[in-house]
């Protein structure tokens, strides 16, 4: 039988959604709906005085108007992903762009317009919107998720005075925002008390328990339906205030309401990366081995909510180093609550690959041989040794098909006519999470098979990785094989966020194959009509839908054939356990940059990762060439931009918030795996991946410019003005 896991097979989703078949949230055609449009406040702190809904109201097609006075007083969940508050509750006013009233009219247009005839009086305090501006406010906030803000392992800071050679720093990071194409968008539908939601969520699963807890409602009174998803990159992890607020104005219409956020909206209601400080200190030997890292990161926090999103991960888990601090503080500003944002260590790992960059040049020591010095084959922080880590095998493999033993270490010695080249490298890791999943399957008459768990694809792959390991599991050829997922009336299983989906699903998905298999050979091999009869289970095998004996292969059934003669479809259940863990790579990056302009541009990327067994070697790819993508992004272009007089985003659209495009992109970006099974992982030997392919590429590209100019960068992006 030849093996579909590890194959780079295509999208099977592809076509539907080429085609226009896949069904989106927002292409939900509900008959009767309502559509909404939320009016945001325009100051950042304050109350709101009075509000005129009148003009609004006397619109043609409008419905309702629903402000913090008639507003259903909605229950706050205690979950780590709910943002601190609900909106529209009372009078209070915690962020610029903070929904104050709902408008429900019969068109998306009239709503709109309707929304621009209420007026708002305020009495409004002056907020403040940037970390520098509140130095004295900053504090250590609560545990997050149960995981403490600071850390000390050994005694880092007499480490650090002690040691040989020393570094000390400071990188900052602006706010960042998610951007998927798809803007988030619920529809609210009631039937008495049961709701269904089609909401564009990273977790089905996750939204339910959230808008059930706020309703007061049993969880099995909501259905949350996700089939498809534009995109989330962790905006549309979280169930955020618009959602809650939707399912409450659909109940009093007593009519659906959908309502469909616009790109403006999106950069206050659904989280954003929070503007990052992190003062880093790095003492070591002459040899360049590791003595002490002390780390200090100071985020943005908001009014409503202290969680820190951007982990200092990799100071504490990656190197060999017996002397860590980690503080992790925060300061309370008038802007919206953050939120995990693709690849969340990245931030705090860009001021780390940096620093060690600027240690390697201390030293002398080249930067991959820095970093194999300090190389750990066990988890530091816990002391425990990892499953598999094959780093080694990525700095090697990277390396050599960059042609890094060809650089030129001095700064600036590399030119090519006009442009100087500067090559610069850097360690990838991310943490990925395990979450408990359960799969069903069925084998229908007709002998297809069909997998229902409510998982998501957040187009990264799931639905063809989800085919390839039933068609392995059934020896069943992927085109008999559909994959029902993202609705919570199928059996719960993994959000789409922290790297946790093949982790979490892949174990119970291919359990439940193998169930299903062994339940047809069972029903074959007692049943006497088929050429199967009599023999041992063990002596039956399976391949291209077929029930075949070994030795034996004219002697054979098919699932069809087996499960239209039992009469009734066979059904099987699949649940394993995962564990947490961290996946590792390492990222080669060539920059050309023009002095006289500033302007630098990535020519060329390598990598190679460990992420355990490679169950698709096409999707894995798209996730480093996305990767790469995003950390382009962060080094050279995005910034959300903030006035500080207002606290508003003065720049909330695609043409003035810049993210790469194709012409930002090297011509290629060459991609290697390691690709070994991690014993340890029960999903296959597969550990999570989406999020490590970008966590090094801010940090690779900051070395690089350093080494083309001599010109050390350590505050992104790293416009033009900055290299003037």
């Known amino acids: 039988m030849i093996e579909m896991v590890g194959r780079g097979v295509e999208r099977v989703d592809g076509r539907a959604k080429v085609t226009g078949a896949a069904r989106y949230a927002a292409d939900n055609e509900v008959p009767g709906v309502l559509h909404g449009f939320l009016v945001l406040s325009t100051i950042a702190r304050g109350e709101i005085t009075a509000i005129d809904t009148g003009a609004a109201l006397a619109h043609p097609g409008v419905a309702a108007v629903h402000t913090h006075r008639d507003m259903p007083r909605l229950t706050l969940p205690a979950f780590p992903y709910v943002k601190g508050f ?52 900053v504090y250590l906030p609560p545990p997050f998720r149960e995981e403490p803000n600071e850390i000390v392992r050994g005694d880092a800071e007499t480490a650090f005075e002690r040691a040989e050679v020393r570094i000390e720093q400071d990188y900052t990071s602006p706010t ?150 980690v503080r992790q503080q925060g300061v309370r500003l008038d802007l919206p609550t953050s939120s995990y944002m693709r690849s969340p260590e990245t931030t705090a790992h860009f001021g780390l690959e940096t620093a060690l960059d600027e ?52 700064p600036g010695s590399m030119r090519d006519g006009d442009e100087r080249v500067g090559w610069g490298m850097a360690t990838e890791t991310h943490s990925h999470g395990a979450i408990p999943s359960n799969a069903h399957l069925t084998i229908g008459v007709d002998g297809l098979a069909t997998l229902r768990i409510a998982t998501q694809d957040i187009g990264t792959g799931t639905y063809t990785v989800l085919g390839q390991i039933i068609a392995d599991g059934l020896g069943m050829p992927m085109a008999h094989i559909t994959s029902l997922i993202g609705d919570t ?28 298999r062994d339940a047809v050979i069972a029903i074959a091999v007692a049943d006497q009509r088929s050429p199967l009869h009599g023999l041992s289970t063990g002596d039956i095998t399976t391949d291209g839908g077929f029930l075949i004996a070994r030795g034996d292969p004219a002697r054979r059934d098919s699932y069809r054939d087996v499960v239209a003669r039992h009469g009734r479809p066979v059904e099987a259940t699949g649940s394993v356990l995962n564990t947490p863990g961290h996946s590792f790579g390492a990222v080669f990056v060539e920059v050309r940059v023009r002095p006289e302009l500033g302007a630098v541009r990535v020519s060329r990327v390598v990598t190679a990762h460990d992420f355990g067994r490679v169950l698709n070697h096409r999707t894995a790819r798209g996730q480093v060439i996305g990767g790469v993508t995003w ?33 930002d992109a090297p011509p290629s970006v060459e991609t290697f795996f390691v690709d070994r099974p991690d014993p340890s992982s029960t999903a296959l030997g597969a550990r999570g991946f989406g999020e490590t392919p970008m966590t090094g590429v801010p940090a690779a590209i900051g070395n690089a410019i350093f080494h083309a100019t001599g010109r050390r960068l350590r505050d992104v992006p790293f416009t033009q003005d900055k290299l003037l």
Not at 226 to 248: D, E, I, M, Q, S
């Open 86 to 137: 609900i909106p529209m509750q009372d009078a209070r006013v915690h962020y610029n762009g903070q929904p104050i009233a709902y408008v429900v009219a019969e068109t998306f247009e009239q709503a709109q317009e309707a929304a621009n005839l209420v007026r708002v009086d305020y009495r409004s305090e002056p907020p403040t919107a940037r970390i520098g501006d509140a130095l004295d406010e």
């Open 631 to 663: 950390g382009i992004g962060f080094a050279l272009l995005e910034h959300t931009m903030i006035d500080p007089g207002s606290a508003r985003v003065v720049n909330a659209n695609l043409s003035t918030y810049l993210v790469p495009v194709c012409a």
């Open 176 to 325: 960042h925002h998610h951007n998927p194409i798809e803007p988030h968008t619920t529809t609210a539908v009631w039937d008495g008390d049961t709701l269904t939601l089609y909401e564009s969520a990273q977790g089905v699963v996750f939204s339910r328990a959230v808008v059930s807890a706020a309703f007061g409602l049993p969880q099995a009174n909501v259905r949350v339906v996700a089939p498809y998803l534009g995109g989330g990159f962790g905006a549309k992890g979280p169930t955020w205030a618009h959602t809650l607020l939707t399912a409450a104005v659909a109940r009093i219409a007593r009519r659906p309401v959908k309502l469909v956020l616009t790109r403006a909206q999106m950069y206050t209601s659904a989280g954003h990366r929070s503007e990052f400080r992190q003062h880093i200190r790095i003492g070591a030997t002459r040899q360049g081995k590791l003595a002490a890292i002390v780390n200090t990161s100071t985020a943005q926090l908001s009014r409503t909510h202290e969680g820190v999103f951007n982990s200092s991960e990799s100071a504490l888990t990656l190197y060999a180093c017996r002397n860590v601090h």
């Open 359 to 410: 240690l390697s040049h201390a030293t002398g020591i080249d930067p991959v041989e820095l970093r194999v010095r300090n190389h750990s084959t066990v988890n530091p922080h816990t002391g425990q040794p990892y499953g598999s880590k094959h780093l080694l095998d990525c700095y090697r493999m990277a390396a050599d098909a960059f042609g890094w033993s060809r650089r030129d270490p001095a």
């Open 489 to 516: 009336a199928f059996p719960a299983a993994s959000l789409s966020a922290g790297s946790a989906t093949v982790a979490s699903v892949t174990g119970p998905v291919h359990r439940a194959a193998q169930s299903a």
